[in-house]
């Protein structure tokens, strides 16, 4: 009796066959070199692990690098209940609601508003003959923009203004606008992540404080006693304060960026050596044993922007914490030495008190002009902090190369990630 057993070779066009052929023959030399070298077919990846991964993603805040994450259908419905909560709130308090109403008469205003709301989309689909909005649970385009119209309207009857019923209706569809925006680049889950990685970053923050603020304090109280500032804090409003704040933030996401850029290049570039490497630590380690049979794919436009996002708020936060950190000893140590006479004689006039109490024997007032000049000068502290942990070898190491490796790791996982969605990924095996 003779025993078959299979065997694969490869035929003339290059494909995989599976052929019986008795123990102990032999194959020709091409046959018997291609069946004894290792063969390869694509690696699966399970649901399970698909899971896992995605759910890494999204902790880390970079919901982006998720396959499919952009469709519309899966945006509006991670918006959705946010949307509603935003078309319910604002109705209540502004665009379906006056001051000078009744309750009643308010409580017909709200009704009245939702209503025009979802009537109105509800019209408008019947008669583009697509399936009502409660059933597909999808806001299209004509939908949203509709919106801004049904809400325009009643807010015009009930403020009797043309131009209150505009602004409402534009206000409606900035609002949703950011809601999509900081749904689509997981912002909320960024910032969760930022902070939860800033209280692992503490002693790192407190050492460089303690390498670098004593000659950054001197050079900061210098200021504080400066008369001209205390002139410039006193005719400073607070939207001019909030804007020299904003434009620092600037200032600092742009330092960011010019490093973070590059950096994202040499990875996009990189083999799939280094990726193998860098996914090591990261749920799609087991995905970086098989053998890619592609490029390393490359990141989309959102997906970068949401890497970049990532990186730069991770690093604003920090700064900011360090800027408060110094407002808050500014507004202590002028409470305590800069007595209100001091600053009235710098100002030369009066000072806007913003709170009155006893401390140590003695009545303090905290004015504005202070508060002023603390998140000044917090906030010029918290730009220096920034260019130290990002260009400065001596700090960068401790601070931001920390932060560019895990955003390295996070790259990488997406490479074997989409590489496997795509089937572009080979489990060696010997036959």
Known sequence: MRIFAPVRFRNLHGGWVTSLRPTGSTLPPTLAR???THHSKPASLADSDRAQIEVWFVRRGVPQLIDDYTEELRMDARAGPYVLAWLVVGT????????????????VGIIATLASMALGVAAIRAVRGHVMWWVDRRLEGVDTFSLGILVAIPSMIIEQSVGRGIRDGRELLIGMGVIYVVIGLGLLSIGWWSLGRLRGELSRIADLLA??????????????FAAELWEAAHLLSGWELLGVVLLLVLIATLLVLTSLRSEVRALEEAGWETMRALAAETPASGLSEAAPSSPVPSLRFLQRLNVTALAVIAQLIQSAFVALLVSAFLVVFGLLVLPVALQ???????????????????TRILSRELVSIAVLLGSVTGLYFTGLAVTD???????????LQEVRQLVAAHAFYTAAIRGQLSATDVS
Request: overall charge negative.
């Open 34 to 36: 291609d069946s004894a």
């Open 92 to 107: 209540v308090l502004w665009w379906g609601t006056r001051p000078d109403w009744s309750p009643l008469l308010n409580l």
């Open 211 to 224: 390498r670098t603020l004593p000659i950054l304090l001197v050079l900061v109280l210098f200021l504080v």
């Open 344 to 362: 009235e004689t710098w100002i030369g006039g009066d000072v806007v008190s913003l709170a009155q109490f006893e401390l140590l024997g003695e």
């Open 393 to 403: 070898s001596a700090y960068r190491t401790a601070h931001f190369e920390r932060m």
